[in-house]
C-alpha cells in the first residue's frame, strides 16, 4: 500500500517563503506529484517530480530525493491567494490513480 | 478544453432515492476516476476506469455503483444512502502516460 506523510498545518506571511515537507512508503514509485486545492474547488496540479532533484515552476517548485522517499514543495514570495490545501501524492496500483497524502493547509496573512 | 465538467454542483438526498453523479471530459482522456471527499480530508479514491472498463474497485459499499458509458462520460449511481455518505465527490481524468491528473468541482453531496 501506500502512506503519505505532511504536515497538517503551515501559516506564513505575505512575501515568505515555506516549504511543504512530504515522506511517502510506496511499493512501486511513479513519481511524487503535488496538489493545490481552495476551499470548495478543485484539486489542481502543481508540480510532479519523477527524478531526483529540483522542478521549478513559477513561484512554485518542488524537489525529491528517492533514496530518502521525501520530497518537499517550496513556495515563495506568497500572495493571499496561496492560502489553501496543498497535498502530495503518489500513484498506487501499478501507476494507476493517485493516492493523496493527508493534505497541508496553508494559511497566508498580511 | 482542459475541463472535466460534473453536474449536478449541490444534491440533496433522501436514503431511499435513487440519484446519479454525472461526469464528462472532452479531452481523450482514456482513464477516468471517482474520489470522495470529507471536509478537512484528502480526497480517497473510490473507482477507476481505464479504457471504459472497471479495472480498480476500492471496497466500495454496492450503494455506490459506476458506470462508464463511453470514453467522454462517468456516471456514479446512488441508491439507499446513509447520511455518513454525505461529502464532495470528485471526477478525475488523465491520458495514460501523463503526470497532471483534471479534476472536476465536485459534487456536493448531503444524505438526509
Known amino acids: 500500500g501506500q502512506s503519505l506523510e505532511q504536515p497538517s498545518e503551515v501559516t506564513a506571511v505575505e512575501g515568505a517563503i515555506v516549504q511543504i515537507n512530504c515522506t511517502y512508503q510506496t511499493s512501486g514509485f511513479y513519481g511524487l506529484s503535488w496538489y493545490q486545492q481552495h476551499d470548495g474547488g478543485a484539486p489542481t496540479f502543481l508540480s510532479y517530480?519523477?527524478?531526483?532533484g529540483l522542478e521549478e515552476t513559477g513561484r512554485f517548485s518542488s524537489f525529491l530525493s528517492r533514496s530518502d522517499s521525501y520530497g518537499y514543495l517550496l513556495l515563495q514570495e506568497l500572495q493571499m491567494k496561496d492560502s489553501a490545501s496543498y497535498f502530495c501524492a503518489v500513484r498506487g496500483q501499478a501507476g494507476t490513480a493517485l493516492i493523496f497524502g493527508k493534505g497541508t493547509t496553508l494559511s497566508v496573512s498580511s | 478544453d482542459t475541463e472535466v465538467t460534473q453536474t449536478p454542483k449541490h444534491l440533496v438526498m433522501g436514503m431511499t432515492n435513487k440519484k446519479s453523479l454525472k461526469c464528462e471530459q472532452h479531452m481523450g482522456h482514456r482513464a477516468m476516476y471517482w474520489y470522495k471527499q470529507k471536509a478537512k480530508k484528502p480526497p480517497e479514491l473510490m473507482f477507476v476506469?481505464?479504457?471504459?472498463?472497471?479495472?480498480i474497485n476500492e471496497s466500495v459499499p454496492s450503494r455506490f455503483s459506476p458506470e462508464c458509458p463511453n470514453s467522454s462520460l462517468l456516471n456514479l449511481h446512488l441508491h439507499a444512502l446513509q447520511p455518513e455518505d454525505s461529502a464532495l465527490y470528485l471526477c478525475?481524468?488523465?491520458?495514460?502516460?501523463?503526470?497532471?491528473?483534471?479534476f472536476g468541482q465536485g459534487t456536493r453531496l448531503t444524505v438526509v
Open positions: 478525475a481524468s488523465r491520458n495514460h502516460g501523463d503526470t497532471e491528473a483534471f
Open positions: 476506469y481505464s479504457y471504459e472498463k472497471l479495472s
Open positions: 517530480n519523477a527524478l531526483d
